[in-house]
């Protein structure tokens, strides 16, 4: 079965060269507005929190302004926490749910966390529900060096032009695992790097993805407890994992993050993970999923304030 899936692009066993990756990005349409859905709503954000524009994508005819949201009165005696979502475009309540956390929660931390949310990454891909940028690279693997594609980059020169005295305390990176990755992107991937597909299962439930470098159980462990009072947690399959990493405890697993490019690795937070939750679940709905990336938030926030970097 591996060998065998087609993908309409490209030739079996050969990688992707110029004119593949422009009839992929041809392809691709846009099924909805990151002006309307996140512009809009970062604006009405305005008087509560500074909302500071960190970049922006050019790709003729469409430009992508970038924006992070920062506390209002920062505080540099307070430990920072940085909250990303969309950095894979389709991944929906990465982006939703960072959202509904400034509106709804984020003001409690007040005085006490100084908070940076870029809550959509790749503003391309989202109007796109699209993994990748438009060269076919995944951003989600190129937060390394200074930043192999613009996405990232644009993030990542902010973040360190912001001085000394910004010491990331904790990041959540919030994702998303869909069936879409088994019927389209990972046999895109595939077909782009010339390498046989080998289907996955896909988890059903929420689940965490701990930097393997730096894991911080507790930490972990605390975010799954907040987030099964709102939804259902993914369960191992039958060799004791989950998307091929050996389960931890519930919920939880290790993966590289900073050697491979990942966001949640590009800073030096002690206290760093990869969130996922499995929107097509039928056990599941749009808002629990955003409920559930706002809870992992608040309790990744509550457990770093309690526990301070030593």
């Known amino acids: 079965m591996s060998n065998t899936h087609f993908y309409p692009?490209?030739?079996?066993?050969?990688?992707?060269?110029?004119?593949?990756?422009?009839?992929?990005?041809a392809g691709q349409q846009r099924q909805r507005s990151y002006h309307d859905d996140v512009?809009?709503?970062?604006?009405?954000?305005?008087?509560?929190?500074?909302?500071?524009?960190y970049g922006q994508l050019d790709y003729a005819p469409d430009h992508y302004p970038l924006f992070a949201v920062v506390s209002h009165e920062w505080d540099p005696a307070l430990p920072t926490a940085l909250v990303t979502g969309g950095v894979h475009g389709y991944e929906t309540s990465g982006v939703h749910g960072a959202l509904q956390f400034l509106d709804q929660n984020a003001e409690a931390y007040a005085g006490r966390i100084n908070l940076i949310v870029a809550p959509c990454v790749s503003p391309w891909g989202y109007e796109r529900i699209q993994r990748w940028n438009p060269d076919a690279i995944d951003p989600n693997r190129s937060f390394r060096g200074d930043g192999q594609i613009e996405e990232a980059a644009s993030l990542m020169r902010w973040m360190a032009a912001r001085g000394d005295d910004l010491l990331v305390h904790l990041h959540l990176d919030l994702h998303e695992t869909t069936d879409s990755d088994l019927h389209e992107f990972d046999p895109a991937r595939c077909?782009?790097?010339?390498?046989?597909?080998?289907?996955?299962?896909?988890?059903?439930?929420?689940?965490?993805?701990g930097n393997s470098e730096d894991p911080q159980p507790a930490f972990q462990q605390a975010l799954i407890a907040a987030v099964e009072k709102i939804t259902h947690i993914a369960p191992a399959d039958a060799n004791g994992e989950l998307i091929g990493m050996p389960l931890q405890s519930p919920g939880v697993v290790w993966g590289e993050s900073r050697s491979i490019g990942a966001c949640a690795g590009f800073t030096d937070a002690?206290?760093?993970?990869?969130?996922e939750v499995y929107p097509d679940s039928p056990r599941t709905s749009p808002q629990e999923?955003?409920?559930?990336?706002?809870?992992?938030?608040?309790?990744?926030?509550?457990?770093a304030l309690a526990h301070p970097r030593r």
């Not at 077909?191 to 993805?209: E, Q």
């Not at 955003?290 to 992992?296: G, K, L, P, S, T």
């Open 39 to 53: 512009v809009a709503a970062l604006e009405r954000l305005g008087e509560r929190f500074d909302v500071v524009q």
């Open 9 to 25: 692009i490209g030739t079996p066993g050969q990688p992707w060269g110029d004119a593949e990756r422009a009839r992929w990005r």
């Open 289 to 303: 999923c955003n409920d559930a990336q706002v809870a992992a938030v608040c309790a990744g926030l509550d457990f």
């Open 270 to 275: 002690l206290y760093a993970t990869t969130t």
């Open 191 to 209: 077909a782009r790097d010339g390498i046989a597909l080998v289907p996955d299962i896909i988890p059903d439930g929420f689940y965490v993805i």
